[in-house]
C-alpha cells in the first residue's frame, strides 16, 4: 500500500463507519445524497460491504460522471431548489426501480435531508453524515409515519483495521479520487489549498514529501 493509498483511510474511514452504523450488506440497496469527497468513498464501501444497487445525486456532472466511473449504478443530478424536491424524488426512485433502503446524506442541508427523507423506502434508514448546517428544517413527522429511522455519523470509531483490508486486498480502490498532487514548498501549499477550495474536478488533494 502506498502512502497516498494509506492516508485515504481517514475519508473512508467515515464511509465505513456510516455503513455499519447502517449495516449495509448484500439485501440492501443505497441511495447518497453529495457526489463529494464523503459522498464518493462511500459508493465504494458500501459496494465493499456487498450493497447490490447504488444511486447517488448531486448538482455537478463531473462528480457524478466521477462517481460513475468508481461504481455507482444510478446517476441523477439534481437543483439547490426546494421546489424541486417532489418530482426529483420521483426521478431519483425510477432511476433507482428498486426500493432504497438506505440514504447517505453526505452533504447536510435542508434540500439533501429532505429529499433523502423522501426518497427512502417505508421501514427504512436515513444516515446523516454531511454537517452542512447547523440546524435544519425537514419532515419529519410524514418520515416518522413511514417509519424510517434516522442515524447520525459523527467522524469514525474503530475503523482503520477494515479500511487498511480494503484498500491493501484491492476491494477498494482509492487511487481515482486523488486527482491533485503538490510538493511541500510555500508556494506549492498555497496552490493546493486554493485548488481545494475552488473545488471543481479537485477531490482529493495531496502533499508529497
Known sequence: MSLEEGAMCEPLSVA????R?????????????????????????????GAPKIGIVDVDDHRLSVAKDIGADETVKVSTNMQDIPE??????????????VSFDCVGVDKTMSTALNA????????????????????????????????????????????LEFISSGKIDVKPLITHRFGFSQKEMEEAFETSARGGTAIKVMFNL
Open 88 to 101: 426529483e424524488v420521483t426521478k431519483i426512485q425510477k432511476a433507482m426501480v428498486v426500493g432504497i433502503d
Open 120 to 163: 427512502t423506502r417505508a421501514g427504512g434508514k436515513v444516515i446523516l453524515v454531511g454537517m452542512g448546517q447547523p440546524r435544519m428544517t425537514v419532515p419529519l413527522t410524514p418520515a416518522a409515519a413511514r417509519e424510517v429511522d434516522v442515524l447520525g455519523v459523527l467522524r469514525y470509531k474503530n475503523t482503520w483495521p477494515i479500511c
Open 16 to 19: 465505513v463507519h456510516a455503513c
Open 21 to 49: 452504523r447502517a449495516n449495509i450488506g448484500p439485501e440492501t440497496n443505497v441511495l447518497i445524497m453529495g457526489a463529494g469527497t464523503i459522498g464518493l468513498v462511500t459508493v465504494l464501501a458500501a459496494r465493499a460491504f
